[in-house]
T-cell receptor, first 114, second 112 residues
Framework: EPEVTQTPSHQVTQMGQEVILRCVPI?????FYWYRQILGQKVEFLVS????????KSEIFDDQFSVERPDGSNFTLKIRSTKLEDSAMYFC????????????FGPGTRLTVL | TQLLEQSPQFLSIQEGENLTVYCNSS?????LQWYRQEPGEGPVLLVT?????EVKKLKRLTFQFGDARKDSSLHITAAQPGDTGLYLC????????????FGKGTLLTVNP
């Protein structure tokens, strides 16, 4: 069964460093998303991406964040200068063009900023 | 801002009991999805409900979408220890991006 994959599973970085989180969505899906979950809190929407451009972003997704689909397969989230409060689980999700709006999540990347 | 309130936040029951988890909002959603999440893992989709009043069954789990598409419930019959986990509801907003708004979840523990 097709699934969303994410790498790395765990990333530790120093404050101020750049990180790139990678995702391979399900191959025939058209909508791509990043969400994050701070420990003990609910899953929060960051950004949606469709037709090679951002379709919506949340207040969390400021100028330090960017997304890219460089090669038609991977979908990346870049944080330019990490802050302590960026420590969280980051989930990639993808969805097809269906009335159900179903989204399938990857296993997540745990980002720890020291 | 759309909000989804889940209740109860924690639920501990004995094997064989029935339970219902609720997901409520003042906003209308185009669809509502239920996920189950294990510690340190991503949410796993259980079901999606789209039509107001819709009922879907997945073995011992019954999902219902409210008539006004603002609320949903998950009912588990004869709970088993394997049902233990965090259950999340998430509403999809309309428009072209279908972003999900999540509730905080219900942590279910089924004791043998």
């Amino acid at each position: 069964e097709p699934e969303v994959t994410q790498t790395p599973s765990h990333q530790v970085t120093q404050m101020g460093q750049e990180v790139i989180l990678r995702c391979v969505p399900i191959s025939n899906h058209l909508y791509f998303y990043w969400y994050r979950q701070i420990l003990g809190q609910k899953v929060e929407f960051l950004v949606s991406f469709y037709n090679n451009e951002i379709s919506e972003k949340s207040e969390i997704f400021d100028d330090q964040f960017s997304v890219e689909r460089p090669d038609g397969s991977n979908f990346t989230l870049k944080i330019r200068s990490t802050k302590l409060e960026d420590s969280a689980m980051y989930f990639c999700a993808s969805g097809g063009r269906t009335r159900d709006n179903e989204q399938f999540f990857g296993p997540g990347t745990r980002l720890t900023v020291l | 801002t759309q909000l989804l309130e889940q209740s109860p936040q924690f639920l501990s029951i004995q094997e064989g009991e029935n339970l219902t988890v609720y997901c409520n909002s003042s906003s209308v959603f185009s669809s509502l999805q239920w996920y189950r999440q294990e510690p340190g893992e991503g949410p796993v989709l259980l079901v999606t409900v789209v039509t107001g009043g819709e009922v879907k069954k997945l073995k011992r789990l019954t999902f219902q979408f409210g008539d006004a598409r603002k609320d949903s419930s998950l009912h588990i019959t004869a709970a088993q220890p394997g049902d233990t986990g965090l259950y999340l509801c998430a509403g999809a907003s309309g428009g072209s991006n279908y972003k999900l708004t999540f509730g905080k979840g219900t942590l279910l523990t089924v004791n043998p």
